[in-house]
Each structure stands twice: as C-alpha cells, then as structure tokens.
C-alpha cells in the first residue's frame, strides 16, 4: 500500500496478492443449488484511486481496480453441461479491469449550498456464471449517473438520476426451472430519476 499526497491531489496505490483455498462456489442449476469448493482460487492485481482538487469548488476522482483472477484448481465444477474441470481458468463474474470516475463541482450563493455531480461506471466484459456459455451470459457495464442539490434552512433538495444511458446488462444467469434448455437472468434497472427531500432538525 502506498499513499502519495499532494498539495491539491491525493494517490493511493495498493497491490494484492491472494490465494483461497477451498474458494466455494454456489451456483443455481435450474432444479437447485449446487455448492463445490474450488481446491484454490488466486487473485494478482492493483488498486489506484486519485483524487484531485483544482480550485476550491472542484473536485475529480479515479479509482480503478485490475485484476487477474484464475482457478489454481478446480475439478467437479459446474458448468454448461453438467461436471467439468475449471483449473486454469478465469473465474465467472470477475471483471478483469473496474473504473469509477466522477467530478464534482460545489456552490454556495448567500443562504443557499449546492453541488452538481455526475460519474461514470465501467466493467471489462466477463462471463456471467460458470453453468451458462458467455455467448448467452456475458456482461460489460458503461454506467453514466448524476445528481444536482442545494441545502438552506436545514432542507436538503436532491434531484439524481441513475443509468442516464438506459445501459441494459445482466446481473445474473442460469438455466431456467423446469424448462430443459431454456436460459433465464436478471437485468439491470433502467434509467431512473429521483426527488429526494430531507429536513434536519
């Protein structure tokens, strides 16, 4: 770990290193749960998150997250057709590269306080689960969200929005109940937009 400061930015970097033996892995098989315990699953890679203040009423952040996942060991795992031999693989719903950016930009005008922020969410394409081929179950995220708000008299005003591009990816699959050869998931939350109002006393 090792943390840089600046007179208006701030870098934090930390590297990693882990190993898990007897990792265990729950997955829904379309008639129930299957749980087996990977003999060892290890992880190689890197934290940055830099923050950045300008000016005063600025203020700009990245953190990102890289890693290298990989099953050391792993026989009996589930997989598309029933019992296979995952060792050496990449493991599902692992994204090798995470990206958070966002800006802020903070106001005041007399009695009045505010702010207006907007920031981004990526995830590398990655297989979603072990039992399901990634040509039907594979997911990268590109997330844009934003909210304004203002603060006087004790009263809080927040005005945000999530998923402003109407991004649509799966957040889980697996074969469906009941219906051999059949594939069920759950999608992300479309595009959303909030009022939110608080009063402190």
Excluded: C, H
Aim: aromatic letters at 14%.
């Amino acid at each position: 770990f090792r943390r840089v400061l600046f007179r208006s930015a701030a870098l934090n970097v930390a590297l990693f290193d882990q190993e898990i033996k007897g990792f265990q892995s729950n997955i829904f098989t379309g008639t129930g749960f299957t749980l087996a315990n990977a003999g060892k699953q290890s992880t190689k890679g890197a934290e940055v998150e830099l923050l950045w203040s300008p000016l005063k009423a600025w203020e700009f952040s990245v953190a990102g997250t890289f890693m290298d996942p990989k099953y050391d060991s792993y026989k009996g795992a589930e997989g598309p057709n029933g019992p296979t031999d995952l060792s050496g693989t990449k493991p599902a719903g692992i994204s090798s590269t995470s990206l958070s950016t966002a800006v802020t930009y903070k106001w005041e005008s007399g009695d009045w306080k505010g702010f207006v922020r907007a920031d981004y969410q990526y995830e590398s394409k990655v297989q979603v689960v072990e039992n399901v081929p990634s040509q039907y179950a594979s997911r990268e995220v590109n997330q844009l969200n934003a909210s304004i708000g203002a603060n006087r008299w004790g009263w809080d005003f927040m005005l945000w929005g999530r998923n402003l591009t109407d991004e649509a990816y799966l957040l889980s699959a697996f074969p469906s109940a009941a219906q051999s050869g059949s594939l069920s998931g759950y999608v992300s939350a479309p595009r959303m937009w909030d009022i939110t109002l608080r009063k402190t006393f």
